[in-house]
């Protein structure tokens, strides 16, 4: 340990803990974190989740990943060493979220269980949704307003999940949706099946 972490005082144990923000709030929080292609449906899902919990009188916050990338990750590249550092950044200010008692929305691609794992550590297991957006790529790309996929397939764009580079697909999710079957209220519908035991305060 260097000098300058000597100086380093947490004040944890004096804050208001969470338990006393759910009790505040009245629900208890917790990830839900999507993981897919990019075109799979994520952030569409997660905000139609968002909406539908706010109907409900539910606070929640949606972490986006273009969103995340033009603010507080706008430093990070696409490098394996930045992925990492995106998704390890991401989980750290989704915990602050958990632990103040908000029902935190994550939309990444996390193209790999390592990196998963490694938010799940951080946020903590027991607080932890993984839900698999698993359409097909050939739906995803069909979608794809960007362009990116053809950027990517002409070599335009570098290591480019599901073309120049690999996305390791969940292998026990909590929830798998394919898009390209299931209409945005029906994957909402499935979602709330599992969010809301979790969440609604007793």
Known sequence: MDKEQLNITPIFDQMLQREDKERLLKQRSVMVWFTGLSGSGKSTIAVALERELHRR????RILDGDNIRTGINNNLGF??????????RIAEVGRLFI?????????FISPNNELRKMAASIIGKADFLEVYVNTPIMECERRDVKGLYAKARKGEIKNFTGVSA???APAKPDLSLDTSVLSVEESVQRLLEIILPKILWE
């Open 57 to 60: 009188g539910l606070l929640c």
């Open 79 to 88: 490098s394996e060493e930045d992925r990492i550092e995106n998704i390890r």
């Open 99 to 107: 632990d103040s008692g908000i029902i935190t929305i994550a939309a």
């Open 166 to 168: 690999p996305f390791e």
